[in-house]
């Protein structure tokens, strides 16, 4: 939905929530680690879009297909690390057994990192933002988010 | 680069902010009982907020915990005054209640996405009133409907009597709405053919244990979950389906070394997090509650850690009435009666419920055992559906029992009450005519018309159905579907043309000839009932398009603000209700606008729980309509009953709660209710009860899954709970995380099946009871003289099956003889209203009990024909098959040889609930819905199996 718009009218305002359709916001090309320092199971955190600041997204490679997922077996994923419920913090409740981020300290949110961060149970109302990532040779990549972030009307610039 | 990679997100890139001069609303969640308070900003779309200066007095990007983000699923663009608007619904970050700071379910969370807009899902909403031509609905007017209805309905009432003419009807959709409805079916038109959503009988108490025993079952407040040491659930996690009442009392409570407890057969996240924090999961097996209950209670008596003192002073010594059977005649009766009760024995509830004998017996010294100084431990008492949607009155009545013995019941932090299901939206306008009921108990009450089986023998020509499934919801049974097609849309009288004589005519023909005329009154189409049975459909108007209140599960009565146009020609039902009524010449419908029927209702229901006439009173003094001032109590609300003490208005915190102070009334306030500070039975104490397993087991062992059978329970989700209506399939992000029904299984289940995570699977049942007949007298007097005499030549499917399955044929007997020690009894005691509201009640001897309703009284031979022993010999049982469709969930979660679906998903491609029996509790006559079996065959796998963009697969309690 485009906002700043004067003369809107119901009828020609795009659906709120358009199905199938692509919701990532496009950033220069940032690299994040190299294949092979990424770890199987053990999420690398780091700062994205923007450099330095908090460590606000993870990467981690899932040994299980995923959605989104690069890398020769389709397994590395990553994300914005804050809830989408309420903002807290996620770090350190990446559980391997099940690919799942979560469940959030605050209140016990869990996300589907195999499925785009599509809630498993819980209260938030976005899935978790996922960092589009690219892979170059050995490097990988972030170069967009899908999805909107914790506490931002528009994910930054 | 494969497809997979492609990424696909629901949600928009930005979010519009409101600007600094929106309007803002305060309101609350449309859905659970939680009731969370909510905000609504709206502005016109030709305005915007900016990052640093809008209408949340925030700057974005807000910090985390702030409640003041709008995520993309949280705003939509409404109608106001005919000009498109954006909408924020987004949770109160101010408000001291409830959901404190802006806590919000995922429901609650995208509520905003209720809102019509026909660029949405939301799109399918009944917009004008349609009449059933040719099998395809076409528009009329107001007027016209309303006169077609009208017209049949004199019909239907002058030929074949007030009974023929049927309202199937929600409960809860807003105090002013109920209102209006149940004064016009119950007090207007007068029928006992009149149902509520969640079951097919009128009038009585769904929890009726914690009724005999003197507790309302919303006595407690929130806060009391947050404040025991020791915190006994059962029959549900309320992290599912109770969210905010778990992360805001529960939780915290866990945090600082609360024990909780859990008794499901699931591990869900409230009962992996207890687990993981000092808690308990007891794994039991459907409908063995009761068992486990009263084997608690006994090893507390057997080692003498009741709580001596409350028992003393607040426990019964004496006979609520003489020749009782299952109340206990004080403490020692209970006592001697449970330590000769073999089934309460300890390795009996280990057999039965599937529990660890150390689990239970932990679960004995965590509630009850007095600490070393002698100090004894503080233990609350919570339940819901598993328990009561199971065995009703047992279950019920043990779970009170042993939450007084452990001295709860009446004080902070020491409750027993329900944690809910709807909100509590009922607000009578009549009482259940139960003078004119066709059918009784044997020598004592009048019984209220099971409703559906009355519509399936044909008694009722005219059925308003307004806000519910009916055939998909509790009770559903496959016999009331194809019963119900072939009166309406299968009847041979079918309208032609839209011509309003041609189609009173035909109406009144198909009445003539046997058939029922249908009006589906709703917000959207709903399958059968709307889009294929009725003949006339009328659209309601609903949350946010009308002023509307109600009250949440510690009584906290809110406005509901209106904020946006209502779609079309919608109505709110009240409206609806007051264009009929004064059609049919009915007076006392003259109402200008909802805050008329709200305080209509409140002198009407001046001693009920949720009484709030004090509230109207306090506003008129001040110059304020009820509405108004409720409206300035935002979010925070006031507890109900509201009372008008020492000139201020004052809110309840808990019931029967003797600390409670009461001051100098003022206004029509009842301020000396006993109910207030004491029990709600006649003396101030409350009852101990004493049932015996065998009122139940032969309908349980009936049940029990045999050869390759799984038992099949079912429930709700956090992502869809008390919200499937409108939001599974028109909620993009929602539909996607669920976009098809469910069957969880056990691993060891799943692979003696062969059956994977996303499989699609058939889950059938092929020896459902149902019940069936009775009704078959037909003057009122015959009717009146006893249980109506069966048909000779009932069409039982498989008799010797039954009888085969059931070999339970002297049970009876040995109630009596072990149990029972009363067995002729009579008592001519009226029934007690299930409707509170007669200002007639008040004079009755049984005013103190109020809207409750007592089984206390009942002699075995009232009980003894309504069991489902009784029903089989009396080939009043017949067996049904149904089936429905699942994808599979593979979670070690669900015990083995246990299976659960989702109870009602609009999507679901058949309906769970028809695999449950119709069988009622003989005691209260309320159904069993949580309790099936059923096969379980791999179809296939599904498209969710092998795509990941929708349905996760993962386990519900990864803490």
Known sequence: MLLGATTVVLSCVAPLNAGARLKTKEYAKKYIISLHDLKANEPFYFSYPESGGSKNSFIVKLQEKAAGGVGEDGDIVAFNQYCTHMGAPLEGKYNKVYKVMGACPMHLSTFDL???????????????????????????????????????????V | MNKQNKIKQYGSETVPLPPVDCDVFTTACDYCIVACGYKVYRWSVAKEGSRKRNGLETEFPVPMMSGKWISSNQHNIVMHKGEPHYIAVIADADTTVVNKGGDHSIRGGTIAQKCYNPLTPSKDRLLYPMVRINHEFQRVSWDDAIDIMAQISKYVIQKRGNQAWAMKMYSYQYWENTHALTKLALRKIQTPAWALHDQPTGHGPDTPGMSDAGIDNFSASYEDWGMAETLLIVGTDPYESKTIIFNEFIKPAIDNGMKAIFVVPRKTMGVAYAEQNGGMHLEITPGTDAILLYALARIIIENGWEDKAFVSKWINNKLERDKEVFQADGFD???????????????????????????????????????????????????????????????????????????????????????????????????????????????????????????????????????????????????????LRSFTSKHPAQPSKLDKEHIIQTLKQRVDEGGLVMVDQDIYPVSPIGSEFADIVLPAATWGEENFTRANGERRIRLYQKFYDAPGESLADWKIVAKFAKKMGFDGFDWKDSNDVFEDAAFYNKSRRTSYVALVEYAHSK???????????????????????????????????????????????????????????????????????????????????????????????????????????????????????????????????????????????????VEINGYTKESKNDAADGIIALQANANITTPDELEETMGLNNYNDSIKSSFMQSDALEMDDEMIQSIAGSTKEQHHDDAIM??????????????????????????????????????????????????????????????????????????????????SRATVKNLGASPYKDQIMQMSFKPRGIV
């Not at chain 1, 498993?120 to 040779?137: D, F, I, M, N, R």
């Not at chain 2, 006031?638 to 003797?658: C, F, M, N, S």
């Not at chain 2, 049932?691 to 099949?712: G, I, R, T």
């Open chain 1, 114 to 156: 195999t499925r785009h961060g599509m809630i498993v149970s819980g209260h938030a109302t976005e899935p978790l933002p996922q960092v589009v990532l690219k892979v170059e040779g050995d490097d990988i990549y972030a170069v967009g988010i899908s999805g909107l972030m914790y506490g931002y009307r528009e994910n930054p």
């Open chain 2, 333 to 483: 009766d209970f006592k001697s009666w449970i330590l000769s009760n073999d089934d309460a024995k300890l390795d009996n509830a280990v057999k039965i419920t599937g529990i660890a004998k150390e689990k239970i017996l932990t679960t004995a010294q965590w509630i009850a055992k007095p600490k070393a100084d002698g100090s004894r431990v503080k233990a609350s008492f919570g339940f819901e559906k598993g328990l009561y949607w199971s065995n009703n009155y047992m279950g019920t009545a043990a779970l009170t029992s042993l939450g007084l013995i452990c001295g709860a019941g009446n004080r902070p932090g020491q409750v027993i009450s329900r944690f809910g299901g709807h909100q509590r939206g009922m607000m009578p306008g009549g009482k259940y005519p139960t003078e004119r009921l066709p059918e009784k108990f044997p020598g004592w009450k009048k019984q209220g018309i099971d409703l559906d089986r009355w519509v399936e023998q044909g008694n009722a020509s005219f059925a308003w159905v307004v806000g519910n499934t009916w055939t998909h919801g509790m009770s559903a049974s496959k016999h009331l579907e194809d019963k």
């Open chain 2, 623 to 769: 110059g304020l309509s009820g509405h108004e001032l409720l409206k300035s109590y935002g979010t925070n609300g006031i507890q109900a009953p509201v009372r008008w003490e020492d000139g201020v208005l004052k809110g309840t915190k808990r019931l029967h709660d003797d600390t409670l102070y009461t001051g100098v009334s003022h206004g029509l306030t009842k301020i000396d209710q006993k109910w207030l500070r004491k029990f709600k039975t006649k003396t101030g104490r409350a009852n101990l009860l004493k049932v015996p397993w065998k009122l139940y087991s032969d309908y349980w062992e009936f049940m029990k899954p045999v050869e390759d059978e799984l038992w099949l329970t079912n429930g709700r989700i956090n992502e869809l709970w008390q919200s499937g209506f409108d939001d599974q399939q028109r909620r993009p992000y929602l539909h996607n995380r669920w976009p098809d029904n469910f069957l969880e299984i056990h691993p060891n289940d799943a692979k003696k099946r062969g059956i994977e995570s996303g499989d699609w699977v058939e889950v059938a049942n092929t020896k459902i009871p």
């Open chain 2, 850 to 931: 109020g809207d409750l309703h007592s089984a206390i009284g009942q002699s075995w031979k009232t009980i003894e024909p309504m069991t489902f022993t009784s029903l089989v010999n009396e080939k009043r049982i017949e067996l049904y098959s149904a089936s429905f469709q699942a994808v599979a969930i593979v979670t070690p979660d669900i015990k083995e040889g246990v299976t659960f679906t989702y109870f009602n998903m609009p999507s679901a491609k058949g309906s769970p609930n028809s695999l449950a029996g119709r069988v009622l509790d003989p005691v209260s006559q309320r159904p069993r819905y949580k309790l």
